[in-house]
C-alpha cells in the first residue's frame, strides 16, 4: 500500500523554522515527484512547493520564495520542506503529494495521484 505520511507540524513563533518531512512507504520515492500543498481553514489548497524526481528542478510559490527551501533524500525515500521567517498567514495543514514520473513539476494539485494526512503549521505568538 503506497503511503505518504507527514511530520514536523507544530506551533512556532512568527519569524521561527520548522523543517517538515514527508515520508513514503511501499513504495519509492525516487521515481516520483513531490509537492507539499497547504490549506488554512476556509480557503483553498495552495501549492507551495514541487520538486522533481532528481531534485533538480524545483519550483516554489510566491507567497514562500526566498523563505522556504525543497529537497529530497531518495536513499531515505523523504522529502524535506525546510520553512524559514515564518509568518502568521503560513498557518495551515500542510500536504505532500506525489505523482510517478515523468510528468509535470506543477503546483496543480490535480496533478498528483497520492496524498498524505497534513500535519498542522501554526504560527503565532
Known amino acids: 500500500q503506497l503511503q505518504l505520511v507527514e511530520s514536523g507540524g507544530g506551533l512556532v513563533q512568527p519569524g521561527g523554522s520548522l523543517r517538515l518531512s514527508c515520508a513514503a512507504s511501499g513504495f519509492t520515492l525516487e521515481d516520483y515527484i513531490i509537492v507539499w500543498f497547504r490549506q488554512a481553514p476556509g480557503k483553498e489548497r495552495e501549492g507551495v512547493s514541487a520538486i522533481s524526481t532528481g531534485g533538480t528542478l524545483i519550483k516554489y510559490s510566491n507567497p514562500v520564495k526566498g523563505r522556504f527551501i525543497i529537497s529530497r533524500n531518495n536513499a531515505d525515500d523523504t522529502v524535506y520542506l525546510q520553512m524559514n521567517n515564518l509568518k502568521p498567514e503560513d498557518t495551515a495543514v500542510y500536504y505532500c503529494?506525489?505523482?510517478?514520473?515523468?510528468?509535470?513539476?506543477?503546483?496543480?494539485?490535480?496533478?498528483?495521484?497520492?496524498w498524505g494526512q497534513g500535519t498542522q503549521v501554526t504560527v503565532s505568538s
Open positions: 503529494a506525489a505523482n510517478r514520473a515523468p510528468g509535470q513539476v506543477t503546483l496543480n494539485p490535480s496533478s498528483y495521484t497520492y
